[in-house]
């Protein structure tokens, strides 16, 4: 009888503090997110339930390749320094760097529970201190971070993956695992595994790439190593949606920045249409990175336009129409237009660098935060800051827009301490200031992102299992990527019927749009990097 008790208490207890929170609900407007995060339960747990296969000879052979890379990179490192040498000991890296090598120490570890400080051994701290030392040496102090790459990708996406008796690797995902609406996926994370480490699946990922990213044996294209080991089962096919730079576009959209969503507007034009060189003088990457080392790209359109009709275009309502109504001549002078800019100046190792600086400052990270972080090839140590610090102004000289909009937010949060989405995804902020200039950055952009995949995954769930009763099922989503496994025979249909569910049109900020997107079927995912 006390147990029957407690239980009906219990009952009245939970339904007494649901009334209170669908109370706090309604005060901000939320409720339209709550109706739309209860209908995701069905979708996310049918994903959890289906899973990603994993092909057992393909991982089998990516294991081999992570040890094969890791051995040779401590052979090499053992014969350069004399022994036995680990280069995940922090004692080890240590003797060598400091003691042996007398390099000053820059940065000591925070010393955990015992207090007990030492010399740092970071990446960050490695690549400052290769700096340090003659240039025929540095690329020792890259081969102690491949050594620990490798021995990272065998232990976390390897041997630490659990992985069922089907062998099918089930996440799961947590509705509310983040602040900003996006899923969360853990045991395992599969928005963690790596889509950068990149090879050639013909010569079994045993070769370098070139500069155009494809084989430098073979001249095949190049696939991600880690997710190329997930695949559909036989007869069957995965199938990958993208939003292409939904955040970047959202950023655009939010601060009115039209020199950015015009970039958007011609590259998706031309890529569409199969026009690869236009489409390469409007891509957002490259002109990211022009701005920041201060290139200068022409706009062919332009150019065309001028050559022809002998004058600049009035408006760029004007430009647009006569571009598009003349594709053929304004390929015939994208050839001439590269002549008189530096479009070939901007490598892809530039293009990497620049990405990953405008993505860690848009989402509130300082210069200093971005280069703790920011991986192998960034970090250039202290005395470069204010040359980086100048780039980043370069970039929002480029579109000042976006600039004053980030202003403008945080002035507003520090006032209201509430925000919300373009979707309506309202939030209240707690957290210290400085921390809360930092959120609000993070929160519009992936707020607003989780604002377009949550629908689409609640209506594409819909449409696959009560409307049209395919078989298969969504498997896994990474951000603004949605995945599904279906058999061969519905995979083009599955295709379009996502992509008809991603370019549906959306007003953000008053201004409607339709997200650029892509969708593909293939047989593994690391075919879709």
């Not at 102690?144 to 995902?173: C, N, Q």
């Not at 034009?269 to 003088?281: M, V, W």
């Not at 930092?438 to 009560?466: H, K, S, T």
Request: charged letters at 25%; one cysteine or more.
């Amino acid at each position: 009888m006390s147990l029957a008790r407690y239980n009906c208490r219990d009952l009245v207890g939970t339904d007494d503090v649901l009334r209170g929170l669908l109370k706090e609900l309604a005060d901000v407007d939320g409720m339209a997110t709550w109706r739309l995060e209860n209908a995701m339960i069905r979708p996310v747990v049918r994903m959890q339930r289906w899973g990603m296969l994993i092909d057992k000879d393909r991982m089998k052979l990516y294991r081999g390749h992570c040890l094969t890379e890791y051995d040779a990179a401590c052979k090499e490192l053992e014969t350069a320094f004399g022994g036995l040498f680990n280069p995940n000991s922090t004692a080890d890296v240590s003797r060598v760097l400091y003691e042996e090598m007398k390099l000053p120490v820059i940065k000591m570890t925070d010393g955990g529970q015992s207090g007990n400080k030492k010399p740092s051994v970071d990446e960050d701290t490695i690549l400052q201190l290769q700096l340090l030392v003659p240039e025929e040496h540095h690329h020792l102090f890259q081969r102690i971070l491949d050594a620990r790459h490798w021995d990272k990708m065998r232990s976390t996406y390897v041997d630490g993956l659990p992985i069922d008796e089907d062998w099918r690797v089930r996440s799961e995902f947590r509705i509310f695992g983040t602040r900003t609406g996006r899923l969360a996926s853990r045991n395992p994370n599969l928005q963690n595994i790596p889509m950068d480490d990149l090879g050639c699946e013909a010569c079994l990922f045993a070769t370098k790439l070139d500069e155009r990213g494809r084989c430098s044996v073979c001249g095949g294209p190049a696939i991600g190593f880690a997710r190329s080991c997930y695949i559909a089962q036989p007869g069957w096919k995965l199938i990958h949606w993208d939003l292409s730079q939904a955040e970047l576009r959202l950023q655009a959209l939010l601060a009115g920045c039209n020199r950015m969503l015009r970039l958007f507007d011609r590259y998706d034009f031309y890529k569409e249409r199969g026009y690869a060189n236009l489409a390469r003088h409007y891509r957002i990457h490259t002109h990211n990175a022009a701005a920041m080392w201060q290139k200068r790209i022409c706009d062919p359109e332009r150019e065309a336009y001028h050559a022809t009709q002998g004058e600049a275009p009035s408006s760029e309502e004007r430009l647009t129409a006569w571009a598009r109504a003349h594709l053929s001549e304004v390929e015939a002078h994208c050839t001439s237009a590269e002549r008189k800019c530096e479009i070939d100046l901007v490598t892809p190792q530039m293009e990497y660098r620049g990405k990953i600086f405008v993505y860690g400052v848009s989402y509130g990270g300082s210069v200093e935060g971005v280069l703790a972080r920011g991986g192998r090839g960034l970090s250039r140590g202290d005395q470069q800051v204010a040359i980086l610090q100048q780039m980043i102004n370069n970039y929002w000289d480029y579109y000042p827009e976006i600039r004053d909009w980030r202003n403008q937010l945080q002035e507003m949060i520090i006032r209201t301490r509430f925000h919300r989405s373009w979707g309506g995804r309202p939030r209240v902020f707690f957290s210290k200031n400085d921390d809360m200039l930092r959120e609000i950055l993070d929160y519009d952009p992936q707020a607003g992102v989780a604002d377009r995949m949550n629908p689409m995954l609640v209506e594409l769930d819909r449409l696959f299992y009560d409307e049209m009763k395919l078989p298969g099922s969504l498997c896994n989503q990474v951000h603004d990527c949605l995945m599904a496994e279906t058999p061969d025979e519905f995979s083009e249909e599955v295709v379009q019927l996502g992509l008809q569910e991603a370019r549906k049109e959306v007003v953000v900020a008053g201004r409607p749009y339709r997200f650029y997107s892509s969708g593909k079927a293939g047989q593994n995912w690391g075919l879709f990097t």
